[in-house]
């Protein structure tokens, strides 16, 4: 086999569904970086043309249509490059996911996907139709015929296939055919959404691959926020008979982030730069990233200008604050302080030349100002060290903040109703409305103010509350988007211990020296979220066990019971509590916010775990763990 040496390069981009000019334009922007580079071959991500969220609007013929012909502008930028990028095909009624290879501004071919996502938060066989295995066909498009299928193609001698996303995650995967037939070189377009730890199964994917075909594989991951729910890390990868070549910053707030490399094929390639080292998953580290990213592309994709929050003093909602702030400090980071203002959308001439003179911690201060609102909304039920734990938080990170109190409003509501039932309401008679309606009444005032600033109002709901129903509806549920609420309340806790201790977010000293508490009931009854739940390890494990892992309850008890977690009758009240909760809550699961998927499970309906509203809330399957 003679040497043969070609320059390749892998893009993330940041993509948003049905964004046509901005797509085509970050595709662009892609293929002149690559020719600058002096790249031979471009890899981009999958249905990088369309956006990889457009969910049943791929139904629609015309979507296609309007692929191809934003697909007819790029290939004109493609004179002495080839290029590969995903879009859809609809043919005879189907739908297919397809590579479409570009080279030296000529159609080749279209590689369509065989294996379709069809678990956890994937449903692309709702939309998608798999392609066989070693069939290739030919099809028209104004007026030109095209190859579709199963296509093996070659750039200066070196023969290349595709396996597009999920067909990599498969026993029988598409490099198992390549191979024999003298594929020296596999490209994988992906749209692998982001979750906790899951970069390190990716590169071991792909570096094995390598390894195990004696072949290269280029791959690229999307990018960031693009449709609402679903996060991308943005990896870009390129390995070489099971050594690492190049690898990325992950969750970075480029539009574009490319690698290159240039990569020798023979009988036995000499591999020049070879990453060695790849550093430990810190998974908290990795949270704020991607949950930093996630916000900034749903407040700018959205068209809004900046975010408000009902600033507790608790756990969930400093979370939320300092998931902005480190919005600011990573964007900065990442863009530089000019650029990231002005994908704010939010900051006018005069803000930037005013924060421009600022030192770079007040400047960073400055712009949290302005993108962040907070108000602490006390009751008699409120503590000193809540409010003094929202205040302090709020002012070590730069955001506005308001202090009211709702007590008036608590009191109307509640004398109107005491008036329309002839009796006053009492804790020991209606201790559920009576703490409701603390929470709904703070609904309203934060309402206007997110109204007023045209901003994003931030529900605070976490997963582990998401899952028993421990929230009032239209209270503390109330919100645009609920970034939290993929992620359990143990995680958070030590979460922002870390914040401080690693972040140098000094502001969260006083949360974290807090008992989780909802101060909806008098300061006398020291209400606890665990008081009125279990404790949260508890209900993480029930609820992992019970959704994620598939067991049954009386299967949850056994295994908790030989954990030795609790005596028998404690663990019976704690696991009938989490099902007869989690049963009779569904309908509120169904209203949250959208939520970012951020561990490699969730429990929105939406995206991950669905229910049904009515069921038999488990009763017989509770009753032989009583009986136990």
């Not at 956890?120 to 028209?140: D, I, K, L, M, S």
């Not at 991308?232 to 070489?240: K, P, R």
């Not at 508890?538 to 030989?562: C, G, K, W």
Request: charged residues 25%.
């Amino acid at each position: 086999m003679k040497e043969t040496r070609l320059m390749l390069a892998a893009a993330a981009l940041n993509q948003t569904p049905m964004d046509w000019a901005g797509n085509l334009q970050r595709i662009h922007t892609a293929i002149t970086e690559a020719k600058q580079n002096n790249i031979q071959l471009l890899l981009l991500p999958e249905l990088a043309i369309t956006g990889y969220g457009c969910e049943d609007m791929f139904l629609s013929p015309w979507v296609s249509e309007m692929a191809f012909n934003q697909l007819l502008q790029l290939k004109e930028w493609c004179d002495g490059i080839t290029v590969a990028v995903g879009l859809p095909v609809f043919l005879n009624k189907s739908v297919y996911n397809t590579a479409c290879v570009i080279k030296n501004k000529e159609i080749v071919g279209f590689t369509a996907k065989q294996f379709l996502a069809n678990d956890g938060v994937h449903y692309e066989p709702r939309w998608f139709t798999p392609w066989p295995a070693n069939e290739v066909q030919e099809f028209e498009m104004l007026g030109q015929k095209y190859k579709i299928g199963d296509i093996i193609y070659e750039e200066q001698g070196v023969k290349y296939a595709f396996e597009i996303c999920e067909d990599a995650w498969r026993p029988n995967r598409p490099a198992e055919r390549h191979m024999p037939k003298g594929v020296q070189l596999i490209l994988n377009p992906s749209a692998s959404h982001f979750a906790l730890s899951k970069t390190d199964v990716r590169y071991r994917l792909v570096v094995d691959a390598s390894k195990k075909y004696q072949c290269a594989y280029l791959y690229a991951n999307l990018l960031g926020n693009e449709s609402g729910r679903m996060i991308y890390d943005g990896e870009v990868l390129i390995a070489q008979n099971g050594k690492l070549i190049r690898r990325n910053e992950l969750l970075c707030f480029k539009d574009v982030d490319m690698e290159c490399a240039e990569v020798c094929f023979s009988a036995n390639p000499e591999i020049a730069e070879v990453i060695e080292y790849l550093p430990p998953i810190d998974e908290n580290k990795e949270l704020i990233s991607a949950l930093s990213l996630a916000l900034f592309d749903y407040m700018r994709k959205s068209r809004s200008r900046g975010f408000v929050l009902s600033l507790s003093g608790g756990a969930d909602s400093s979370l939320c604050a300092v998931a902005v702030a480190e919005m600011v400090r990573r964007g900065i980071e990442s863009l530089g302080q000019n650029e990231f203002m002005e994908k704010a959308l939010l900051f006018s001439a005069d803000d930037k030349a005013a924060i421009a003179k600022l030192p770079s911690d007040e400047a960073q201060k400055a712009i949290v100002n302005k993108l962040l609102t907070c108000a602490y909304q006390g009751t008699v039920n409120s503590s000193d060290d809540t409010y003094t734990s929202a205040k302090e938080l709020a002012e070590s990170i730069g955001a506005k903040f308001y202090n009211w109190t709702i007590d008036e409003e608590v009191q109307g509501y509640t004398s109107k109703i005491e008036h329309a039932l002839g009796r006053p309401l009492t804790w020991e008679h209606d201790d559920i409305t009576l703490q409701n309606i603390q929470a709904r009444v703070r609904a309203p005032g934060i309402w206007m103010l997110a109204n007023i600033q045209n901003a994003l109002l931030m529900a605070t709901s976490n997963r582990s509350e998401a899952s028993v129903g421990y929230a009032t509806m239209d209270g503390d549920t109330a919100g645009s988007i609920s970034p939290i609420a993929g992620i359990d309340k143990a995680f958070i806790r030590q979460f922002l211990v870390w914040a401080q201790q690693e972040l140098g977010y000094i502001g969260l000293q006083y949360v974290n020296n807090l008992q989780p508490s909802a101060e909806l009931r008098p300061s006398e009854e020291e209400q606890t979220d665990e008081k009125d739940l279990m404790p949260y390890e508890v209900l993480n494990q029930i609820e992992r066990m019970a959704f994620h892992d598939r067991y049954s309850p009386e299967e949850v008890y056994t295994i908790l019971l030989e954990q030795q977690v609790a005596e028998p009758e404690m663990l019976k009240a704690w696991i009938t509590k989490f099902y007869s909760l989690w049963s009779r809550n569904q309908w509120k699961r169904e209203r949250y916010a959208p939520a970012f998927h951020l561990d490699d499970y969730n429990v929105d309906p939406r995206s991950w775990l669905r229910f049904p509203i009515l069921s038999g809330g488990f009763r017989e399957e509770l009753l032989r763990v009583r009986n136990r």
